[in-house]
C-alpha cells in the first residue's frame, strides 16, 4: 500500500531554515505530483505547493514564493521542502499528499515549532 | 486564486442526525471538487472526490453532490465517529485551495 513517511518534529529559531522530508512506497515515485500543505494551530488547511519528482519542475503558492523549495530525490523516492527565513506564524504542521483527482495518500505530518 | 467557501464554519448535531455542508466557489470548477475529514491529530482523510464520488472504504451515509460553483456534502445519518471538521478542495487548477473547514460537534 501507499506510506508517505515524514521526517521528524522541528524546533527552530525566527530567521532559520527548516528541511521536512516525505519518503514514499508502494507506488511508482515519478508518476504522481507531491503536495505540501500546512496547518497551523487550530487552523485550516494551507496549499503550500508542489512538485513533479519527475524532472522536479515545481508550482509554489504566491505567498511561499522566494521562501520555499521543494525538491525531490529519486533515489530514495524522497521529496523535500524547505522553507526558510522562518517566523513565529510559520508554526504549523506541514503535511505531505500525493497528488491525484483526490487525495487519498497523505504523510503523518511533522510539527514546526518556531 | 479560486476561493472556496464553506459554510457553517461549525454546526451541532446529535447522533441520527442528516447534516448537509455546502460548498462554494468563486468560479466554476466543473466538478473538481474533494471533501475531506481530519480528527484532531490526524492527517485529513479523503471522503468524496470529483464532487459525488464516494472514495473506497468510506460509509455510503456519506454523498456529495453538486457542479460548478455548488457542492453539498451530506451525512445521511451521524454517527460518533463523524464528530470531526470537513474540508472541500478544489483540484480544478492550481493554487489548489481549500474551505476554511466546518467542525461537527456534538
Known amino acids: 500500500q501507499v506510506q508517505l513517511v515524514q521526517s521528524g518534529a522541528e524546533v527552530k529559531k525566527p530567521g532559520a531554515s527548516v528541511k521536512v522530508s516525505c519518503k514514499a512506497s508502494?507506488?511508482?515515485?515519478?508518476?504522481?505530483?507531491m503536495d505540501w500543505v500546512r496547518q497551523a494551530p487550530g487552523q485550516g488547511l494551507e496549499w503550500m505547493g508542489m512538485?513533479?519528482?519527475?524532472?522536479?519542475?515545481?508550482t509554489y503558492a504566491q505567498r511561499f514564493q522566494g521562501r520555499v523549495i521543494m525538491t525531490s530525490d529519486m533515489s530514495t523516492s524522497t521529496v523535500y521542502m524547505e522553507l526558510s527565513s522562518l517566523r513565529s506564524e510559520d508554526t504549523a504542521v506541514y503535511y505531505c499528499a500525493r497528488d491525484d483527482v483526490g487525495w487519498e495518500d497523505w504523510g503523518q505530518g511533522t510539527l514546526v515549532t518556531v | 486564486d479560486i476561493q472556496m467557501t464553506q459554510s457553517p464554519s461549525s454546526l451541532s448535531a446529535s447522533v441520527g442526525d442528516r447534516v448537509t455542508i455546502t460548498c462554494r466557489a468563486s468560479?466554476?470548477?466543473?466538478?473538481?471538487l474533494n471533501w475531506y475529514q481530519q480528527k484532531p491529530g490526524q492527517a485529513p482523510k479523503l471522503l468524496i472526490y470529483l464532487a459525488s464520488s464516494l472514495h473506497g472504504g468510506v460509509p455510503s451515509r456519506f454523498s456529495g453532490t453538486g457542479s460548478g460553483t455548488d457542492f453539498t456534502l451530506t451525512i445521511s445519518s451521524l454517527q460518533p465517529e463523524d464528530f470531526a471538521t470537513y474540508y472541500c478542495?478544489?483540484?480544478?487548477?492550481?493554487?489548489?485551495?481549500f474551505g476554511q473547514g466546518t467542525k461537527v460537534e456534538i
Open positions: 468560479q466554476s470548477i466543473s466538478r473538481y
Open positions: 478542495q478544489q483540484s480544478f487548477n492550481i493554487p489548489r485551495t
Open positions: 512538485i513533479n519528482p519527475s524532472g522536479g519542475k515545481t
Open positions: 508502494g507506488y511508482t515515485f515519478i508518476n504522481s505530483y
